[in-house]
Every structure is written in C-alpha cells, then in structure tokens.
C-alpha cells in the first residue's frame, strides 16, 4: 500500500492579528517594518513609502503593496495619508528575500471590499464587526493569491512548531524559556531553536514580543483598558519599558497611539 504524506494534504492557514485604519503622520517616519507576519497597505493618497535598500518607493493609491515577513524595511512619511492595513500569519508561506514588497492593481471587486472596510473601520460600528474581520480575511487571501509564485516561498509544515506558537499566544503573560518549550514541543533544545527560526524567522523571544505587542496595539485601539492594565494582560511589569518599545515599534506612545486610533466622529 503507497503511503500517502499528510502535509501535501495541509492548506495554508491564515490567521488575522490586526487590522486597522489610520492617518499617518510623522510618527510613521523611521520605523522599522519586522514581524513575523505579512502587512498589507492600503493609502488613500501618496505621501509615504519604504525604503527598499536604497530605492525610496511611494505607497500609491488605487494599489495594495503586501510585505513578507521579517522583511526589515524602513518607512517614510511626509503627507497625511489615510492608511487600511492589515498583519496576518499564513502557515506553509513566506515570502522570498528577493521581493521584500509586493505592488499589485487593485481590480473592481477588490477595490469594493476595501471600500467597505474602510467604512466599518471608520466608524467603528459594533454591529459590522464580523463582517470587518471577514472582509479582511477575503482581501488578505485575495491578495495573496495575485503574488506571483516567485514572491512566495513554502515553507515545510511542523505541527510541533505550530503547537508551540499557539501556546505562546494563549500565554503571553508568562515568561518561557527555550528549554521548557523544547520539552512541549518534544525536541532538543537545539533543534527546536533551529526549526522555530527557520519556520517563523525569529527566535520564540522575539515572536513572543512581536505576539505581545501586536496584542497591546489592538487593546490599546479598542479604547476598554488602562496602560497599566495592558501591561499586566501582556505580561510586561515595567511600564516605562512598554512605553518605549512601544514607540519603537509603532512609532507613538501608547497614549498618542490610542488618540490616533480613537473612533472617527
């Protein structure tokens, strides 16, 4: 009897973090485009890009850019432009290093649910946030789909690994060390560390930071808890320290980060 492999049975999964709608302004000057996840960009108008190396690149209206992974770039800003993103995971898929972004048309339909997105994330309405997330499930996916097959890079499927990563999003109050989770994952500590960062591109500390602070970023968006009260949710003590990675990593402050996302009126 043939045996059959069971992952080329698997379809990549993909997995929603964030979602949101803002005006950039100088505080998307400098960042620093990391993560574990692949960003989507949507802007109403130009007036803010990346760099890619030395190239400077406009983000466009009428086109969605989608960025790998760990794609490291810097962003620039000197408009106001109105931005739609969205950070999701896709199991199985990377990006290749050779295409850290990805500019595509945006066609009718597309075009459609991006409107309508844009409206729910605007005005913030409690009855349309299911459909918000699937409309940003359909536009990732979407989109996804019109990169070309060079962009892209399958990756080899580990449940081990992926049981590990879940495990940590259920647990990010908690500290972990490469050790114990090794033990979950039923491997050597050396090996685990070496899968984990060949699956996600970070070590298990730094996807959990990237885990953590997207967490606080949608926290601090849905205006329902104090500063002090996401640090304890995230499992971060020190609140000087949260408000400083946090500007790192997102350009404001935790407060001015919450007032630029407040709900439109």
């Given at each position: ?201 970070s070590t298990p500390y730094q996807y959990l930071l990237q885990l ?13 808890f104090s500063i002090d009260e996401i640090c304890d949710l995230i ?25 630029q996302h407040a709900p439109h009126l």
């Open positions: 009897m043939n045996k059959i492999n069971a992952a080329i049975l698997e379809y990549p999964q993909l997995r929603m973090n964030s979602v949101g709608y803002v005006r950039l302004g100088k505080f998307w000057n400098s960042l620093n485009l990391g993560g574990h996840y692949w960003r989507l960009y949507y802007h109403d108008s130009p007036g803010a890009g990346i760099y890619a190396g030395r190239k400077k690149v406009e983000l466009q209206p009428d086109r969605v850019y989608l960025l790998p992974p760990n794609c490291d770039l810097e962003t620039w800003c000197t408009g106001e432009p109105v931005q739609l993103y969205l950070h999701f995971e896709m199991t199985q898929i990377a990006g290749n290093p050779d295409y850290p972004y990805n500019e595509l048309p945006v066609s009718d339909d597309m075009r459609t649910l991006l409107a309508r997105l844009s409206h729910l994330l605007e005005h913030k309405e409690d009855a349309g946030r299911a459909q918000a997330k699937l409309l940003a499930i359909a536009i990732a996916g979407c989109a996804m789909a019109l990169l070309p097959p060079e962009a892209l890079t399958e990756l080899n499927s580990d449940k081990r690994i992926a049981a590990v990563c879940d495990y940590l999003r259920e647990n990010l109050q908690k500290e972990h060390s490469i050790d114990l989770l090794a033990v979950r994952a039923r491997m050597a500590p050396n090996a685990f560390l070496r899968q984990f960062r060949e699956i996600t591109g953590r602070y997207s967490y606080a970023s949608r926290l601090l968006e849905s205006q329902a499992g971060v003590k020190d609140r000087f320290h949260f408000s400083r990675r946090f500007k790192k990593l997102y350009g404001a402050p935790p407060a001015l980060y919450r007032k």
